[in-house]
């Protein structure tokens, strides 16, 4: 069975500076993998996903994240954030086989931003 | 710019009352999933469709909850009684299958069960 771990539960930030999101997985081959976005109120927007190619994958409003195999890790990165990526960051992993389109979510990790 | 949309927005019921949350899908999709968010539990899968049919309903308690396709463009969540226990936010969302597995969500309905 997949499974998803996102160690961090809350992470404070200043702004301006980096971020890295840790996300560490469990499934048998590669899964497909994404990072979602929630701010409050709102339902769950999709930052980027990754399943083959390139393992440094860009999304929108400047994340990029990283698969890496060896460690079955995908963490999401930004360079420099911004008070608007307050919010909570959830990483999710999806089956290869044909017609499961079920997402494994992990518990999510609350981004605070500090000025 | 395509979305999901989800009605009502907002639902204050009194226990024992039946409740609809209704979903329209993006269109061209034809997986619909329907997800329970609380404070408690996360964010768990309640039922999700494929080509209107449903494939997995494991996640809900049947004897209350319902969820149906009338149609590609239409999907409803039901709960009947409801009780205080169903107060969270539930989320519908969209996508294609065998193309990459993402899910597109909708805005969400926050249900308060007094």
């Known amino acids: 069975a997949q499974s998803v771990t996102q160690p961090d539960i809350h992470i404070t930030v200043s702004e301006g500076a980096s971020l890295e999101l840790r996300c560490n997985y469990s499934?048998?081959?590669?899964?497909?993998l994404f990072w979602y976005v929630q701010s409050p109120g709102q339902g769950l927007q999709l930052l980027l996903k990754?399943?083959?190619?390139?393992?440094l994958v860009q999304g929108i409003k400047g994340f990029e994240a990283e698969f890496k195999r060896s460690q079955s890790s995908f963490n999401l990165r930004k360079p420099s954030v911004h008070w608007s990526d307050a919010a909570e960051y959830f990483c999710?992993?999806?089956?290869?086989?044909?017609?499961?389109?079920?997402?494994?979510f992990g518990t999510g990790t609350r981004l605070t931003i500090i000025p | 710019d395509a979305r999901v949309t989800q009605t009502p927005r907002h639902k204050v019921t009194e226990m024992g009352q039946e409740v609809t949350m209704r979903c329209q899908p993006i269109?061209?999709?034809?997986?619909v999933f329907w997800y329970r968010q609380t404070m408690m539990q996360g964010l768990e899968l309640l039922a999700y469709?494929?080509?209107?049919?449903?494939?997995?309903d494991s996640g809900m308690s049947k004897d209350r909850f319902s969820a149906e396709m009338p149609d590609a463009t239409l999907a409803t969540l039901k709960i009947q009684p409801s009780e205080p226990r169903d107060s969270a936010v539930y989320f519908c969302?969209?996508?294609?299958?065998?193309?990459?597995?993402?899910?597109?969500f909708g805005p969400g309905t926050r249900l308060t069960v007094l």
């Open positions: 969302a969209s996508g294609l299958a065998n193309s990459g597995k993402a899910q597109y």
């Open positions: 499934y048998g081959a590669t899964p497909y």
């Open positions: 990754y399943f083959s190619g390139d393992t």
């Open positions: 999710a992993v999806g089956p290869t086989n044909f017609g499961n389109e079920k997402l494994t």
């Open positions: 269109l061209g999709h034809n997986t």
């Open positions: 469709f494929r080509n209107r049919a449903p494939l997995d």
